[in-house]
């Protein structure tokens, strides 16, 4: 899916157990030929955009701050906004589904603002529940149900699966 952009979201510092989760989302993203969207900065963003790079994929930080020099160093395309916690949406209107990775107020941010909007929001290990997420078991479910939510949205109907949590 040429040009597919698929956001990924969750906090800044997270641990190690979280980090290779969203390496793994990253990974899957890229290896479909998707674009990453996210953040920009350290925790679950830098670990889906080391993943992407590693699969060879493209990586999007939408930055809180006003230089480019703040974004992680698997970063290729660094977007310095100035915006502080008012970047969060840019990044879910930068991606066609966004991809939350357990998380904490800005992520909350996030995902309300996907809802809202209509953005297809995957949880995966996040507390938050809302019926119109869709809940994934691992980072390979979460790719697929981005992919599916994208394909179900071009074709007029919906491919997700509703939280049951």
């Known amino acids: 899916m040429r040009g597919t952009r698929i956001g990924v979201i969750g906090s800044a510092q997270c641990s190690r157990e979280i980090y290779g989760l969203a390496e793994r989302v990253g990974e899957g993203i890229a290896r479909r030929g998707a674009i990453l969207i996210c953040g920009g900065l350290g925790g679950v963003m830098e670990g889906a955009c080391k993943g ?4 060879g994929g493209t990586t999007v930080g939408i930055l809180p701050g006003a230089t480019a020099e703040q974004a992680n160093a698997y970063v290729d395309i660094p977007i310095a906004t100035g915006l502080s ?7 879910v209107r930068s991606s ?3 991809i939350a990775i357990e998380g904490r107020y800005g ?7 996907s809802l809202q909007l209509g953005v297809p929001v995957i949880g995966l290990r996040t507390t938050y529940s809302d019926p119109q997420m869709i809940r994934a078991n691992d980072a390979e479910d979460a ?21 049951t949590a």
């Open 96 to 98: 066609q589904a966004l």
């Open 52 to 55: 992407a790079k590693a699969a």
């Open 143 to 163: 790719v697929e149900q981005a992919f599916a939510s994208i394909a179900g949205s071009h074709a007029g109907g919906s491919a997700r699966r509703r939280s």
């Open 107 to 113: 992520t909350l941010s996030e995902i309300a603002f």
């Open 85 to 91: 916690l008012a970047r969060n949406l840019l990044v």
